[in-house]
């Protein structure tokens, strides 16, 4: 999918915007081009659009969303290797991806990206320094993923609040290993 803009002008326009829209429906079309150019993986090798210490990519990537391309509610995976977002489950009926980011009245959307890291993939190598880098990697990640949602022209917001309870049993993680550490809001 093109881009209706170039980076100068999403870097110039990058704003984290108030309002939107908490029952958009993103194209699996448009996941697939703001995913790919901000965190997928090239071809032939296990670098990332992005830096990791190390290459050791500690941090996982999910998507909360109302609906994609006409899908129920539910919970997805972004596997950056083979650039696919993997179906996990259906979200509950009484969930609202809004109780996940507690936040203003006025800031609606419809889906949400959470980035979690598994400290061990670091840690190993890099002791309590995994921490940073895992931060630094989120930041990378970020900026990307806003970056390319401006090109887009899709509304975004870094949301560093969020209620780690709920993302850690909705995404059914471990959270002796994994942790959630950033969110984005995303609407049309």
């Known amino acids: 999918m093109p881009l209706p803009m ?6 110039e326009k990058r704003v984290s915007y108030s309002g939107g829209n908490s029952e ?27 830096p990791s ?3 050791l990519y500690p941090v996982e990537t999910y998507v909360i969303a109302h609906s994609i391309g006409g899908s129920a509610p539910a919970a997805f995976h972004y596997n950056p290797t083979d650039h696919a977002l993997e179906n996990l489950w259906n979200l509950p ?7 996940l980011v507690p936040a203003r009245k006025d800031l609606l ?8 890291s598994c400290w061990k993939r670091s ?3 890099y002791g309590n320094l995994a921490y940073i880098h895992a ?8 900026e990307n993923v806003l970056l390319a949602s401006t090109a887009l022209e899709l509304k975004s917001r ?22 959630p550490i950033h969110s984005i809001v995303i609407s049309i």
């Open 93 to 99: 009926p009484d969930l609202q991806i809004k109780d």
């Open 6 to 11: 170039p980076l100068a002008e999403a870097m």
């Open 135 to 142: 931060l630094l990697e989120t930041g990378h990640m970020s």
């Open 109 to 116: 959307f419809s889906s949400l990206i959470v980035f979690t």
């Open 24 to 50: 958009s429906n993103l194209s699996l079309e448009v996941w697939g081009t703001l995913l790919g150019l901000a965190l997928r993986g090239r071809a032939d090798s296990i670098k990332r659009n992005y």
């Open 123 to 125: 840690s190993a190598k």
């Open 158 to 179: 870094p949301m560093a609040g969020f209620s780690d309870d709920l993302l850690i049993t909705l995404l059914d993680i471990d959270a002796e290993h994994e942790q």
């Open 53 to 55: 210490g190390g290459a």
